[in-house]
C-alpha cells in the first residue's frame, strides 16, 4: 500500500475546515496581539495548542466550536490526515509558548517576533490552505528523522 492510499483510509484524519477555522482563530489572536493592548488572549491559545497537538484533537475546546459551528453552517465533511496537523499543533504551541514567556519576561521584541510568524503560517493556512508545518512533517517523515504513523 502507497502513502496515498494509507492516508486516505488512516484512522487518524481530521476535518480540514475545522484545522482551517482554528487558523482562522489564531490569525485573530495574533492580530490582537500585535495591533492591540491585548495580550492575555495568548495563554489560552497555546493551551489549546497544547491539546491538540500533545493531547488529543478531540478535547481541544476551540476545535468543538468550530466543528459545532460549521456543522450549524452545514460546512465541512473534507476529512484530511491528522498527523501532519498535530504536529503544525505541536509547533503552534512552541511558537506561542515562546511567545507568552518572552512577553511575561519583558522581552517584547521576541515575543512580537514570535506572534508575527505564528501570524504568517496561521494566514497561510487559514485563507490559502498552505500549511507549512504539514509540509515540514512530510519532511521529517521522509528524511526518516521521525515516524508519522
Given at each position: ?63 468543538l466550536f468550530n466543528a459545532k459551528l460549521l456543522k450549524f453552517l452545514h460546512i465541512g465533511g473534507h476529512r ?58 512530510s519532511y521529517f517523515v521522509q528524511k526518516k528523522i521521525f515516524k508519522s504513523f
Amino acid at each position: 500500500m502507497n502513502i496515498e492510499e494509507y492516508m486516505k483510509d488512516a484512522p487518524l484524519q481530521i476535518d480540514s475546515f475545522v484545522s482551517r477555522a482554528n487558523a482562522t482563530f489564531t490569525f485573530v489572536v495574533c492580530a490582537l496581539y500585535l495591533f492591540t493592548p491585548l495580550k492575555w488572549p495568548i495563554f489560552p491559545l497555546f493551551l489549546d495548542f497544547y491539546v491538540r497537538g500533545f493531547m488529543t484533537p478531540e478535547y481541544s475546546l476551540l476545535s468543538l466550536f468550530n466543528a459545532k459551528l460549521l456543522k450549524f453552517l452545514h460546512i465541512g465533511g473534507h476529512r484530511v490526515f491528522a498527523p501532519p496537523k498535530i504536529f503544525a499543533a505541536k509547533v503552534g504551541f512552541v511558537f506561542s509558548f515562546l511567545a507568552f514567556i518572552f512577553y511575561i519576561s519583558g522581552y517584547d521584541i521576541l515575543a512580537i517576533i514570535f506572534i508575527g510568524l505564528l501570524a504568517i503560517f496561521s494566514f497561510l493556512d487559514a485563507f490559502v490552505d498552505y500549511c507549512a508545518a504539514c509540509h515540514l512533517h512530510s519532511y521529517f517523515v521522509q528524511k526518516k528523522i521521525f515516524k508519522s504513523f
